[in-house]
């Protein structure tokens, strides 16, 4: 607890981390939020889906704009506004749903939601950038933020189930435009921790051409962003996996518990993991990381009870939680301080584009082959990631080495 301690008492740190949990929370309930809503008032789950698809891809592209834009102004100058309209989005949303419109209007601003969230997760890493250089100080912010990105993803699917079968069906939507919104106000008004605009600095003074500006082709992003992805693609399959599962051993109603003891575990995991410090090197704890989620992902195909789900679940989610958090500090050796929102945001990014294919991909398995089919595929996915891993090790250690080298000579 002591190095938890000791970064939440650098200056505005407590603020603006609390300020971060509470503006991305919201995002954790507008998936199932919307699923809820739709299903409920039109009848339909294949609207639902479609429209929860749209808004999270949408959110995937769009916060790759946003992020680039954020390095270059501000981010109280580019997502204050992006907010605004993002919570406008989803409240016109919600009218055009309880009136009734026709389907095809709900997709209008469920996209233009999802395009101007933005990623407030990656913008608070940012901030613990700029508030300390310290490595590792670093390491345990960037496991208290992936601890609370688990939090929300406990609390946020049970409240927004609670509010939509409880209170009203919009209700679940209704809570992340507020919560979005005074998040917002509280973490873009911290000015102090807000880190500066800086100048992009180019080899030789020479602006490159925009292909070769792209972040994704810095050395060494391409392969940590893309085993992101595949993990995404994990979470995907696994949700809907344990749905299908729990449904053909006719305990539907406990899939929801299993994902929270998945999400329980694996934040827990990161908890553990940032409170210690690790004399090993990053980029070997990066592939071990995602060689143990693979390893853990192959008892699920042995699950044929909740309580088996459960345990092979909590294994699996104690590599998570460690996976991503070596993932994000690697993308803060690889990039440079001017592009850090940028590429924080594409792990992100890779995240949300990876739960769509995982849940389509594993959906049409489920459909043709039941749940053993999807728990394959989710096992799939996590031997891919391993396999990226492995072969791109050799390239993260140099461009790691580098990017330490190009630091120094600066300074």
């Known amino acids: 607890m002591r190095a938890y301690r000791e970064i939440l008492s650098l200056p505005g740190a407590w603020q603006f981390s ?56 501000g981010q109280r100058r580019v997502m204050y506004p992006a907010v605004i309209v993002a919570a406008s989005s989803l ?52 496991a208290l933020e992936s601890t609370l990105d688990e939090v929300t993803f406990v609390v946020g699917p049970v409240l927004a189930t609670a509010l939509s079968t409880g209170v009203h069906p919009a209700a679940g939507l209704i809570a992340p435009v507020v919560l979005s919104l005074v998040g917002a106000h509280l973490l873009y008004s911290q000015r102090a921790t807000e880190p500066p605009v800086l100048p992009r600095t180019y080899t030789d003074g020479v602006k490159p051409p925009l292909l070769q500006r792209l972040v994704l082709l810095v050395p060494g992003v391409a392969a940590v962003v893309s085993v992101n992805l595949l993990i995404g693609c994990v979470f995907g399959s696994i949700d809907v996996s344990v749905v299908a599962a729990a449904t053909e051993w006719d305990v539907r109603a406990a899939s929801g518990v299993v994902l929270a003891v998945f999400s329980l575990a694996s934040g827990l995991a990161g908890f553990y993991y940032g409170a210690r410090g690790w004399g090993s090197p990053l980029v070997s704890r990066f ?84 749940y053993h089919g999807g728990f394959m595929v989710v096992a799939g996915f996590a031997g891919l990631a391993a396999v990226i891993a492995l072969v791109g090790r050799g390239g993260l250690g140099r461009a790691v080495r580098a990017r330490s080298m190009d630091d120094e000579s600066a300074h």
Request: aromatic fraction near 6%; avoid cysteine; proline fraction near 3%.
């Open 287 to 370: 592939l071990w990381g995602v060689a143990a989620m693979f390893g853990a992902s192959l008892l699920l195909l042995a699950a044929n009870s909740v309580l088996l789900l459960s345990v092979a679940g909590v294994l699996v989610g104690v590599t998570i939680a460690p996976t991503l958090i070596n993932g994000n500090s690697l993308i803060g050796r690889l990039v440079t301080r001017d592009r850090l929102t940028e590429g924080l945001a594409w792990m992100g990014t890779g995240i949300g584009i990876g739960v769509a294919i995982g849940s389509s991909i594993s959906g049409q398995v489920i459909d043709a082959g039941g």
């Open 18 to 73: 609390a300020a971060g949990l509470l503006a991305r929370s919201g995002g954790a309930m507008m998936g199932l939020g919307m699923v809820l809503m739709v299903s409920a008032l039109y009848g339909s789950y294949g609207l639902a889906g479609a429209l929860a698809a749209s808004n999270a891809v949408a959110w995937a592209l769009g916060t790759a704009t946003l992020s680039n834009l954020v390095d270059r102004y």
């Open 91 to 142: 409240a016109l949303l919600v009218i055009f749903a309880m009136l009734q419109l026709p389907a095809w209007t709900l997709f209008p601003p469920a996209i233009v939601s999802g395009a101007t969230g933005g990623a407030p997760g990656a913008l608070v890493r940012a901030r613990w950038n700029h508030a300390t250089n310290d490595p590792d100080h670093l390491h345990t912010a960037y």
